[in-house]
């Protein structure tokens, strides 16, 4: 059974933004976590410890365990179209979502908290033990995730992507629920709600999402009764390149945090990161949203140019925002006025959002390449630009520590947009082929 109607007509950019914009709406709300994030500890006790500890420890070191589940969003979307490959898909799920949390524990609560965060990372000690704290209830997260980015993968494969911005809207009422109830409380630790708010948002997300996908699975996947083509060794061929893809990205923050910790201005540029990368997050979500469309629509007739115009000029227009932001006096309105920072820290981050800017168009553009490679199962080719971005961003950020006097985190800043720079280039360089072959077949 095919998982999408084909249509006679080529694609047009109508059906790419029914698909795209509840996808677009779902990261920009999941974006705005961290900004809520941030606002709501920086007007709690001891703010700029806290601060530092969730971009210094919780956040870097908990999306570093879950990075080999989260390509599970792609490999949902590119395999699931059959019940037998959901099957096998949705056993891989579990296997690794209880491996990942068991070493997410196995972190938090033994003195491998301690190696990490003492002697890899060399965090200030005084975020230290709130950095404990975090992680120790940021448990539930990587099963959560790894539950909803499975079943998200269904509904957009069958164009249902509408319930996964739902999801998310829901996650931001349950973070946004516990974070005003921990302000409200009074004198609670900053980063104990914060964290708690975090799992509790995406608990609540992965319920509404096993809910919702249940009638695609009656009534779309259960009926479609054939013979799998997806092995054991096929699904290891696709997912372990993209499994390894978001561990080699996301092992980049904790080198990031390291980085920070030993230039000048340590505690200020992590107590600024939280709200520096929120807003940098918020402008590049709008193009990570378009790799499961890519992934979704490009085997349709007309859809490699239909997709590719689609790709510059969202890169255009998000990074036109984010320079808007970062020139005016909005950037004050974001640093100060949302998020609650001093102005020595709000002056560290617009200054830092310079070197940023062409982050959200780079990922726009390899969105469509990777979208591309994916649904051509050649996930080797995504493995090889992450490892060239992070090899780039490593050297230049030791050098920046050997070399210069820099503020950490516009360092930072400047080495991941040259890191991601070279990712695109070897994108686009390894996708020509997959792209003219989709090209050909859907004429």
């Known amino acids: 059974m095919s998982s999408l109607p084909q249509p ?36 709690m006790p001891d703010p700029e410890p806290n601060l530092g500890a969730w971009g210094a420890l919780v956040f870097p070191i908990a999306l570093a365990i879950e990075s080999p589940i989260i390509m599970l969003l792609a490999a949902s979307t590119a395999l699931c179209a059959d019940w037998p490959s959901y099957a096998r898909v949705r056993r891989f799920m ?59 993968g269904v509904l957009i494969r069958f164009e249902a992507s509408g319930a996964v911005s739902v999801g998310t809207l829901i996650r931001l009422a349950a973070n946004l629920g516990v974070l005003g109830l921990g302000w409200w409380w009074g004198g609670a630790s900053g980063i104990a709600v914060g964290a708690c708010a975090v799992s509790a948002g995406v608990m609540s ?44 990205t996301l092992i980049g923050q904790p080198i990031g945090a390291a980085a920070m910790s030993r230039m000048s201005e340590p505690l200020e540029s992590l107590a600024t990161w939280p709200a520096y990368h929120g807003i940098v997050f918020l402008t590049r979500s709008i193009g990570l949203a378009f790799n499961e469309v890519v992934v979704a629509l490009i085997v349709l007739p007309g859809a490699v140019l239909a997709l590719r115009r689609f790709a510059w000029r969202t890169a255009l227009a998000t990074s036109g925002v984010l320079a808007l932001i970062a020139w005016t006096p909005l950037s004050q309105a974001w640093f100060v006025g949302w998020s609650h920072l001093s102005p020595e820290l709000a002056r560290l981050g617009a200054q830092s959002m310079a070197f940023a800017l062409a982050l959200p168009a780079l990922n726009a553009l390899q969105s469509y390449y990777q979208g591309a490679l994916v649904r051509e199962r050649r996930t080797r080719a995504v493995t090889e630009s992450v490892v060239l971005s992070l090899a780039l961003t490593t050297l230049g950020l030791w050098l920046a ?24 280039l070897w994108l686009a360089w390894r996708a020509r082929a997959s792209l003219e072959r989709l090209a050909s077949a859907a004429r």
């Open 94 to 152: 579990v296997v690794a979502g209880a491996a990942l949390t068991a070493l997410h524990a196995l972190v938090a609560f033994t003195p491998l908290f301690d190696l990490l965060a003492r002697d890899i990372i060399g965090a200030p000690e005084a975020v230290i033990e709130p950095g404990r704290t975090g992680f120790q209830l940021m448990l539930p997260w990587t099963w959560s995730i790894a539950y909803r980015r499975f079943q998200q």
């Open 8 to 43: 006679t007509e080529p694609l047009d950019a109508r059906r790419i933004l029914r698909l795209w914009w509840p996808l677009a709406a779902s990261w920009l709300l999941m974006g705005a976590e961290l900004p809520l994030f941030t606002a709501f500890v920086a007007r």
């Open 205 to 248: 997300e992965a319920l509404f999402v096993g809910l919702r996908v249940q009638p695609i699975l009656r009534e779309r996947l259960r009926p479609a009764a054939v013979k799998s083509e997806l092995t054991g060794a096929a699904f290891a061929r696709f997912y372990l390149p993209l499994a390894l893809t978001p561990l080699v």
């Open 401 to 424: 520590v050997e070399f210069t006097d820099w503020p950490g985190l516009a360092a930072a800043a400047a080495m991941l947009s040259l890191g991601n720079l070279a990712q695109t």
